[in-house]
């Protein structure tokens, strides 16, 4: 646009002034809309995330707890199988039971059994009549089961408590026999440590809820020729075998395999440690003895035999066939028809005398009271003349026995020899008259 102002030198001034171009009024308004919602929602992602934090921070509330319950079958062997012994509820924690609830019973195998036939009050379970059953406290059914009938298993038993109409708790207890192997203990020989060739007994103790129809022991891995499986004995409470004199050949230390089924087939084994030692020569093989005389009477101190302690005293004599081994390695002993051994009555005692001077001991042991007539490992009390325990036990001595002063003819004692030091097992038994 040409526009005239002012005049110079009388002419006029030509100013050309552009046009502003119009800027529209909206625009400002609009930047301030956006900047408006940026902020609005700023503040909103603020004040949301304070107050979701401000709830998660609230602690959890307290759930009311449910009543918890577990259940078992106590069971025990019978002369059929396996019984149930009890039932026991331990109530673990949440809400009483009422007085009112009742435990029932059913069976799978078994549905007419008297003893699932009713329920069973509280109060059958040693719940005090009246009293609610409260959490701590188990219900344990034994002898209260109806008719005195106990389940029997195989079985699966089905326990359920109701109360009024609401099933407080249900389980199933899974009765299945199961089939448990023996179970041994105290394995041992007798005596611990048996010599070559000594007769020795073998012993073991078997345990479980079954008994036991078979029981063999296997000798094959003993030193000597013997059959593969032997039978045992069972004798008040534990289970034997004896080992006869001459059948093992060499020391060492050996295992003897003991064999057991139960009446439920259920095979399990042991091995029995068997120690057998060096000493090859046995007392029973050492010495031979004679045939006891019978009892008789003491004359008097000494007489007619060295044992005698006293006028009135009942004697035995034994004689010796043979024996190279000499008296440090004997003990005598009197043996009840039992096997315990005998105790005398006033006086007890032994001698060894020589066959030409049978009133003179060559060794002597005397019993004090209780007159217990076994020797202990200490060996002579005395020994005459010019005897030692290195002295032989020669056939030209014999021995002499004082009973005391009960008549112990017929009552069946009898005599052995032990050996000790390098000899060991002991002779086979002499009867006494």
Not at 76 to 87: D, F, L, Y
Not at 181 to 210: K, R
Not at 287 to 294: D, F, K, M
Not at 318 to 344: A, D, Q, R
Request: charged share 5%; aromatic share 10%.
């Amino acid at each position: 646009m040409l526009r005239t102002d002012h005049r110079r030198n009388g002419e006029p001034v030509r100013r050309f002034r552009f046009a502003r171009r119009a800027r529209p009024r909206g625009s400002r308004r609009a930047v301030s809309d956006i900047i408006a919602t940026i902020l609005l929602l700023g503040l909103t992602v603020v004040l949301f995330g304070t107050v979701l934090a401000f709830v998660i921070g609230f602690p959890n509330p307290i759930a009311a707890p449910a009543s918890q319950f577990s259940s078992q079958l106590i069971t025990e062997a019978n002369g059929t199988g396996i019984a149930v012994q009890s039932i026991q509820i331990a109530h673990a924690g949440g809400s009483i039971v009422p007085v009112g609830a009742l435990v029932y019973l059913k069976s799978s195998l078994h549905p007419k059994g008297p003893e699932f036939a009713n329920p069973y009050p509280l109060t059958a379970g040693g719940i005090p009549a009246g009293h609610a059953w409260s959490p701590g406290v188990t219900f344990v059914l034994n002898s209260n089961f109806t008719g005195g009938f106990h389940p029997v298993l195989p079985d699966n038993i089905t326990i359920y408590i109701i109360a009024g109409t609401n099933l407080v708790y249900s389980a199933v207890l899974p009765g299945t026999a199961a089939a448990l192997p023996p179970i041994f203990s105290n394995p041992a020989t007798s005596p611990a440590s048996p010599a070559i060739g000594e007769s020795f007994n073998i012993s073991v103790q078997i345990s479980g809820v079954y008994s036991y129809n078979k029981v063999f022991i296997n000798l094959s891995g003993l030193p000597g020729t013997f059959p593969a499986l032997h039978p045992m004995v069972y004798i008040g409470g534990v289970w034997n075998y004896t080992v006869q004199a001459g059948w093992t050949t060499s020391s060492g230390q050996y295992y003897a395999v003991v064999n057991a089924t139960t009446n439920a087939n259920v095979l399990a084994r042991t091995a029995v440690s068997v120690s057998i030692t060096p000493y090859s020569t046995l007392i029973t093989h050492s010495i031979a003895l004679g045939v006891s005389s019978s009892a008789a009477l003491c004359t008097g101190a000494g007489a007619p035999v060295a044992a005698c302690q006293a006028s009135g005293d009942y004697y035995y004599l034994v004689p010796i066939l043979y024996s190279p081994i000499t008296f440090g390695n004997v003990l005598f002993e009197v043996l009840t028809p039992s096997g315990s051994t005998y105790t005398g009555t006033t006086h007890a005692a032994f001698a060894v005398a020589k066959n030409s001077a049978p009133t003179a001991f060559s060794a002597e042991y005397i019993f004090g009271s209780p007159y217990s007539m076994l020797m202990p490992n200490s060996g002579w009390s005395a020994l005459g003349g010019t005897t030692t325990e290195l002295s032989p036990l020669t056939s030209a001595y014999q021995i002499s026995i004082d009973m005391g002063t009960v008549n112990p003819a017929g009552v069946g004692n009898t005599f052995i020899v032990i050996g000790i030091g390098p000899y060991s097992g002991q002779t086979v038994p002499v009867a006494l008259p």
